[in-house]
């Protein structure tokens, strides 16, 4: 994907924020589902991994999310 390395616009972080709410936790091909609904912008692997890292962020400062 060519957005590989590059990092997340905040568009792409709001958009990810919604599309988090709409295929909630549990959700059958969870990730698949959002990097569909992002128009493939961001692989499904890129969509699971920025959502661990900014959980383990917001974790470390404290924010329950």
Known sequence: SKTF???WSDEE???LD???EQFPDGTKNRWANISKAMNGRRTPRQVASRVQKYFAK???WGLGV
């Open 58 to 60: 917001m974790k470390k």
């Open 13 to 15: 972080q709001k958009m």
């Open 5 to 7: 390395n590059q990092t």
């Open 18 to 20: 919604m599309l988090l």
